[in-house]
């Protein structure tokens, strides 16, 4: 790896890791958030189940005895309403297209732990755009691409004068952590603009201001 691929490499590392998820709703968010999932829902019970799986987020189990390393898997949500309510059904897929159950939540149990993390980090996206620069990351340390995410291979980049495989893997960490960016926690300057902005409609919008001058006069 050259010393400036190196930096860059360095430098995205840096920006990665300063992107920290939304921190985990209380429960009065997780209700408002619940609602919404469910307001177009029919009314009664119902049974909408995914056809098919969302992208493969990948993942590297860590295990000294795996060849591979790194694997794939991907998501499939399951919404309904029986005789205990609403629920939300979490499934998951893997490569060889093993399905598997992975989680459940309830309407009568919006304090569940895992409704919040999933709400903070699984809907936001924030681990799958997080868990793929981490990936090309890897991919242009190790230069090998064991998921085959690449059309080219790292040998048929190298053989090609106007393609660095180094280079290709930074380009796309750099643009899966331009989205992770999107679904991370916003920078304190958003927050506070968005604060600034729901105390002036509230206590400073033309109807608050014309009902204080009637008041006086």
Known sequence: MKQEQMERLNKLQEQMWKIKPEPLPNKRYVKKWWKQ???????????WDDVEAGDWTPWCCGDKDCPIQWHQTAQA????????GEYIEIM????????EFDNE??????????LAYYISQEATSYNHFKALADYW?????????????????????DKNPNKDWVD???????????YLKMSGRQNIWQKTIRTL????RKYFDYPVIWRIKRWMH
């Open 37 to 47: 999932v469910f307001n177009n829902a029919p009314d009664g019970k119902f049974k």
């Open 168 to 178: 290709f893997c930074l380009d796309g960490a750099e643009q899966d952590i331009r």
């Open 197 to 200: 902005r729901w105390w002036y």
């Open 137 to 157: 990351i890897d991919c242009a340390c190790t230069h090998k691409d064991p998921l085959k995410s690449s059309f080219d291979s790292p040998e048929e980049h």
């Open 105 to 114: 939540f309830r309407e009568d149990y919006l304090d569940n732990p895992d």
């Open 77 to 84: 949500i399951n919404y309904g309403r029986d005789d205990e």
């Open 92 to 99: 998951t897929v893997d490569q060889d297209g093993n399905w």
